[in-house]
């Protein structure tokens, strides 16, 4: 996982010194102030230039804003925090802390569903309970992104964010506390 995520961010990086570059070459009759200030718009409008892409909506990676559809009825109602886990995964490990504090705090007005990967056995059970749920599709694309949490709108299978090993439960309450108030 963490070297898809190094070669993800070394190709954001790459991008955005590639357009830094080029705002830099063609800003040369202008003066040294503008050129800087050129570039920080750049920099700024780049989703790859975050100081840690990895811990946003990850904006970087594959377009994936839905699950392919509507969440199972027993989901239905409340916003849904879907974990990818594996008990091998130290990113798993980093973020456990803050997704037990948000299911106490959320308790009843959230489900949670975690998408256990460790191994091939729980991978089958895992599949079986994310067909159910509506989650079949997510999990097929996630599965080996270990550490990701999705939170899901259930009525329509959109994704309101997705975050990888984000342990700054801030991010995550802005959200829930967002897709809360709608309901």
């Not at 009843?108 to 998408?115: D, T, Y």
């Not at 056995?121 to 999705?150: H, I, P, R, Y």
């Not at 802005?174 to 709608?182: E, G, M, R």
């Amino acid at each position: 996982m963490h070297k898809h995520a190094n070669v993800l961010l070394n190709l954001c990086l790459s991008s955005l010194v590639f357009t830094v570059s080029m705002v830099a070459t063609t800003s040369a009759r202008i003066s040294a102030t503008e050129a800087q200030s050129s570039m920080t718009k750049v920099a700024q409008a780049n989703p790859c230039a975050s100081k840690n892409p990895c811990a946003s909506k990850n904006p970087c990676a594959a377009k994936a804003y839905s699950v392919g559809g509507p969440l199972a009825k027993e989901l239905q109602g409340k916003p849904v925090v879907v974990d990818v886990f594996a008990t091998w995964c130290p990113g798993c490990k980093n973020i456990a802390p803050t997704l037990s504090q948000l299911k106490r705090e959320y308790a009843g007005k959230v489900n949670f569903v975690v998408l256990d990967v460790t191994d091939k056995a729980k991978l089958k059970q895992t599949q079986a309970m994310a067909e159910k749920l509506g989650l079949g599709k997510f999990l097929e694309a996630n599965k080996s992104k270990t550490s990701t949490v999705a939170i899901v709108d259930p009525a329509t299978g959109n994704i309101l964010t997705m975050f990888n090993n984000n342990p700054n439960k801030a991010d995550y309450t802005k959200v829930l506390n967002t897709a809360l108030a709608k309901k």
